[in-house]
């Protein structure tokens, strides 16, 4: 595990912002293995260092994970020379070199894009084994059908070959504008559906992946780190112990 500096270390485990941690740090009240550190920019091993803040031991976490409402114009990627990449919607203490995008949206795709570093968990995430729903709300050129409905829902719909799993379309009063669920994410998969059926996205936004719903309180290019329970939630949709 590489060093990392306190302030970030203690960013991400909740103790405050920057400021506040660097104010603590110069009061005298962070230990890291008995040692006071007034030096908020101090580097240590946080995997193998006790750290203590105001005579309280704080838990490492070995992984993070946050949300963030992509808004269109940004690649999700997290270095990519030809785009902004999503992490730079990342304020700086959550900037980790080992961030990996839960499942791609395209650059004009908005709406809710998890980021995480563990792997195992990104892994079942995106798998099609695990079937988690990923909701999209979805803007069309031509008013959607009952057949579309029938269609997606038969799995009978094939993207080039493949075949693809079942599929929920709920039409809304306005059948230009649909939510579309889908268990598995194929390049394009949403645009290609309709493209398919002869109809064109003009605006596709993800507004929930598996058990967690994009917050209507995070503004497009806000981000927030994942609550406790929802972590939680998230491991145990595809079977893991948290
Ligand atoms: N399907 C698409 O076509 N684009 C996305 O960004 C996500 C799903």
């Given at each position: ?10 960013g991400h485990l ?196 598996g058990p967690l ?30």
């Open positions: 595990m590489a060093k990392e500096r306190l302030d970030k270390v203690l909740g103790v405050g912002t920057r400021k506040e941690i660097h104010k603590l740090a110069r009061a005298g009240l962070i230990t890291v293995d008995g040692q006071v550190i007034t030096d908020a920019a101090f580097k240590f091993d946080p995997a193998l260092s006790r750290i203590e803040v105001a005579g309280e031991a704080l838990v490492y976490q070995t992984f993070f994970y946050v949300m963030l409402n992509k808004p269109a114009g940004y690649v999700t990627s997290t270095r990519d020379p030809h785009g902004i990449p999503i992490t730079a919607l990342l304020s700086e203490e959550w900037q980790r070199s080992d961030w990996m995008p839960v499942g791609r949206l395209d650059k004009d795709t908005e709406g809710l894009l998890l980021l995480t570093t563990d792997g195992e968990l990104l892994h079942r995430l995106t798998h099609p084994r695990w079937k988690v729903a990923k909701r999209y709300y979805v803007e069309l050129a031509a008013p959607a059908t009952p057949e579309d409905v029938a269609v997606f829902a038969s799995g009978t719909l094939e993207l080039e070959g493949e075949p693809l799993q079942p599929a929920e379309l709920f039409i809304g009063p306005d059948p230009h504008k649909v939510e579309l669920v889908i268990r598995e994410g194929k390049f394009h998969q949403v645009k290609r559906m309709f493209a398919a059926r002869g109809n064109q996205v003009t605006y596709l936004k993800r507004v929930a992946f719903k994009l917050p209507p309180n995070l503004e497009p290019g806000a981000f927030r780190p994942l609550h406790p329970e929802e972590i939680a939630a998230l491991y145990g949709v595809v079977g893991m112990q948290l």
